[in-house]
């Protein structure tokens, strides 16, 4: 038994090439040059017929499906009749599959919609749209309902774990937006006051500003947007993973889907 794949070929009196493939035909043992078949097949003088045998094959995987596939390919191109009995019936399976699906012709395109046709379209898409976010917030809003009356059941670990992670975990990045707009304050107002000797009351502006003023502004924008890319992005690996889907099956309320652990479940 040969370790490695084999190609030989044998051109028959009447014409017919016979492709001979032997041993291991896999792609992590290596694989034979096969320009020897494309050789045979083009001449002189031009194979009438090409055949195979894998007699003496012991196993093999998608390399020989593309051996035998090339060697289709540069018959029909040439008018050379194939005969594929002599390959591995899962060998030929697959290439009656592939030749199937490149007999299907591809959908006529869909002809191109007529200006009052596409306004429709994107009034019916836009309506849905707003009833699907009035669905969810009315089930968000009854979930609320239930929880205010004591009739939801909560997941506390996991509500605790999203608190801190909207909470505490944007301190850092809160801290360091707040500081350097503190200093851009503090270097603005020395600059404009100065001319005026008025650059002691610099720290006065930068506390009133940043206390009062810019300090709750900033670190709302800065904690809206950390967690919201943070949720976005997780609801979108769980619709690719399919886990939307199978909160949809389990007749779970989209106020409870929402959450990313479903730690809202209303009865």
Same mark, same amino acid.
């Given at each position: 038994?040969?370790?490695?794949?084999?190609?030989?070929?044998?051109?028959?009196?009447?014409?017919?090439?016979?492709?001979?493939?032997?041993?291991?035909?896999?792609? *992590?043992?290596?694989?034979?040059?096969?320009?020897?078949? *494309?050789?045979?097949? !083009?001449?002189?003088?031009?194979?009438?017929?090409?055949?195979? *045998?894998?007699?003496?094959?012991?196993?093999?995987?998608?390399?020989?499906?593309?051996?035998?596939?090339?060697?289709?390919?540069?018959?029909?191109?040439?008018?050379?009749?194939? *005969?594929?009995?002599?390959?591995?019936?899962?060998?030929?399976?697959? %290439?009656?599959?592939?030749?199937?699906?490149?007999?299907?012709?591809?959908?006529?395109?869909?002809?191109?919609?007529?200006?009052?046709?596409?306004?429709?379209? =994107?009034?019916?898409?836009?309506?849905?749209?707003?009833?699907?976010?009035?669905?969810?917030?009315?089930?968000?809003?009854?979930?609320?309902?239930?929880?205010?009356?004591?009739?939801?059941?909560?997941?506390?670990?996991?509500?605790?774990?999203?608190?801190? @992670?909207?909470?505490?975990?944007?301190?850092?990045?809160?801290?360091?937006?707040?500081?350097?707009?503190?200093?851009?304050?503090?270097?603005?107002?020395?600059?404009?006051?100065?001319?005026?000797? @008025?650059?002691?009351?610099?720290?006065?502006?930068?506390?009133?500003?940043?206390?009062?003023?810019?300090?709750?502004?900033?670190?709302? %924008?800065?904690?809206?947007?950390?967690?919201?890319?943070?949720?976005?992005?997780?609801?979108?690996?769980?619709?690719?993973?399919?886990?939307? !889907?199978?909160?949809?099956?389990?007749?779970?309320?989209?106020?409870?889907?929402?959450?990313?652990?479903?730690?809202? =479940?209303?009865?």
């Amino acid at each position: 038994m040969a370790d490695e794949g084999e190609i030989t070929v044998a051109r028959l009196p009447d014409s017919t090439v016979v492709v001979h493939v032997a041993g291991r035909w896999r792609m *992590d043992v290596g694989l034979p040059a096969s320009r020897g078949v *494309d050789l045979a097949i !083009d001449g002189p003088p031009v194979a009438a017929r090409v055949a195979f *045998d894998t007699d003496a094959l012991t196993s093999w995987d998608s390399s020989l499906l593309v051996l035998a596939q090339r060697v289709l390919d540069r018959c029909r191109r040439r008018g050379i009749a194939v *005969d594929t009995t002599g390959l591995p019936e899962g060998v030929r399976r697959l %290439i009656a599959l592939s030749q199937a699906a490149l007999g299907q012709r591809p959908p006529p395109p869909s002809a191109p919609l007529r200006p009052l046709a596409r306004l429709g379209t =994107r009034a019916l898409e836009r309506f849905d749209a707003l009833v699907q976010l009035l669905r969810f917030l009315g089930e968000l809003a009854f979930s609320l309902v239930l929880l205010a009356g004591g009739r939801a059941r909560v997941r506390w670990r996991d509500l605790l774990a999203e608190i801190q @992670a909207a909470g505490a975990s944007s301190l850092s990045i809160v801290a360091v937006v707040c500081f350097l707009l503190g200093m851009i304050l503090a270097f603005v107002g020395d600059v404009t006051l100065r001319p005026f000797g @008025a650059s002691l009351y610099v720290a006065n502006v930068v506390t009133v500003a940043m206390v009062r003023e810019l300090g709750p502004v900033m670190t709302a %924008i800065v904690m809206a947007g950390r967690t919201g890319s943070a949720y976005a992005a997780q609801l979108g690996t769980m619709k690719v993973t399919q886990e939307i !889907d199978a909160l949809t099956t389990m007749a779970l309320p989209r106020a409870s889907s929402w959450c990313c652990r479903a730690c809202w =479940r209303c009865r």
